[in-house]
Structure formats: structure tokens, C-alpha cells
């Protein structure tokens, strides 16, 4: 069945993690995704350098493409300015209510905007239907052959400004060549990889930041 894996991650977390309490809840899902069942959460090691970019970002304005269980969403509202607001896309209902779910267990539900349906839809509507005007930070983490298109929908959108920071996970495995290619060469961004390993493995992979 659909969501199973991703129901049983969220039972563990209600059984054993401190309600209310998100690191709590960030820390075990990594204990159940890396003792259990794997699952294709950002993981502690490149939830690090997420933390990392986006303390460095410091936003007013945070999107992120593909919620799943809600994990790294939980990373980043912890870090969330008071004013700040923050969206998350994800297009899949099951990922969706169990996302709902962990981030109300967590005790965040007023700091997560969850947006459930695909990107390509969704984004056109941030300015007219949520009152977005610019995007400060974007976490980029759903399917790897929509990094580059939505890269371009953002553009074309007008949500991108001067600092603006995209922040995409896994060009190495499974990879978005398009994506880096189009970063790296466009002559928009200023990019920076950061090398780590694919969640809960030794299999490389990385992160790249594009500043436009
Ligand atoms: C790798 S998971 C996200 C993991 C999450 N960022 C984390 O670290 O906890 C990718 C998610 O993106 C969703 N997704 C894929 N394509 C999408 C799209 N076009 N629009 C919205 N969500 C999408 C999938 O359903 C899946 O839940
Ligand atoms: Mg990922």
C-alpha cells in the first residue's frame, strides 16, 4: 500500500519521540531511517549543510519543493526568523498527510505552510493566491528532472531577486545535469557544491547552491 513505509516512520516518531519537542522528532526519524528502513529524507549529513546555507541566507521568504514526511521542513522552521514564512510543495496527498501529521506531532504547524499539489501548478500561483512577491531561499528536493524547469518557472515567474539563493539536494545521485549545467554556466548564479553522502549510506552525493 501506498505510504506505508512512510506511515510506520511516523508511528515510530509518536511513540518514541518528545512530542512537541521538533529536534526530538528530526532525531528519530534519522534513528528509524538508518536503523530500520531507509527513506529519502535530506538525512543528518546534508541536514547539516542545509542548516548551514540557509543561517547563512538568513530569509524572509522560504520555498520548499518536495515535503515528504516533512523532515527537512522541520530543519528549516527551527531556523525560521520570527517574521519569516515559509511553503512547502508536495504533490503526493499520502507524503502530504503524513507531513501535516509529523509537523503538528512536532509542534511546528504554525510555522509550515504545506501546499499540497506539483510544483508546476503551484508556483504560478504563489504571487496571486499566497502573496508572495520574492523568494529568499529555495530548498529544492522533488524530482530531479523538474530542478531545471522550475529553476525557470521561478525566473519566469519573477519570484527570484538579487540574493536570492537556490539550494538543490542530490546533484550527484541521483543527479540534475541539466540543472547544474544550466547554474553553472548561465552566468545568473553563483554556485558552490558541497560534497556529502546520499542520506543513511556511503554512496556519494552533494549539494548545490546557486546565489543569484
Ligand atoms: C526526496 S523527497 C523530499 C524529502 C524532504 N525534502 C526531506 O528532506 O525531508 C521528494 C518529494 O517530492 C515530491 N515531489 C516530486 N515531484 C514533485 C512535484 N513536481 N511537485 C511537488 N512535489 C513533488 C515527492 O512526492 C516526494 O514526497
Ligand atoms: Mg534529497
Not at 181 to 188: A, D, K
Request: with cysteine; aromatic share 10%.
Amino acid at each position: 500500500m501506498a505510504g506505508e513505509k512512510e506511515h510506520r516512520i511516523l508511528e515510530f516518531v509518536k511513540q518514541n519521540a518528545v512530542s512537541g519537542d521538533p529536534q526530538s522528532v528530526v532525531d528519530h526519524i534519522d534513528k528509524y531511517c538508518s536503523q530500520k528502513e531507509w527513506a529519502m529524507n535530506v538525512g543528518d549529513e546534508k541536514g547539516l549543510i542545509l542548516d548551514k546555507v540557509f543561517k547563512e541566507t538568513n530569509p524572509s521568504l522560504v520555498l520548499e519543493l518536495g515535503t515528504y514526511c516533512g523532515y527537512s521542513a522541520l530543519r528549516i522552521a527551527q531556523l525560521l526568523k520570527p517574521s519569516a514564512r515559509f511553503f512547502t510543495i508536495e504533490i503526493n496527498p499520502v507524503n502530504a498527510a503524513v507531513a501535516r501529521k509529523m509537523i503538528e506531532f512536532a509542534g511546528l504547524k504554525d510555522k509550515i505552510e504545506i501546499l499540497e499539489g506539483s510544483t508546476e501548478h503551484i508556483i504560478p500561483r504563489l504571487r496571486t493566491d499566497y502573496g508572495v512577491v520574492h523568494v529568499d531561499f529555495v530548498f529544492m528536493d522533488h524530482f530531479k528532472d523538474r530542478y531545471l524547469v522550475d529553476t525557470k518557472l521561478l525566473e519566469d515567474c519573477g519570484l527570484l531577486k538579487k540574493g536570492s539563493v537556490l539550494l538543490a539536494d542530490n546533484v550527484v545521485y541521483p543527479g540534475a545535469p541539466d540543472f547544474l549545467e544550466y547554474v553553472r554556466t548561465s552566468g545568473c548564479y553563483d554556485c558552490t557544491n558541497y560534497p556529502a553522502h546520499v542520506e543513511y549510506t556511503d554512496q556519494p552525493d552533494a549539494l548545490e547552491k546557486g546565489c543569484i
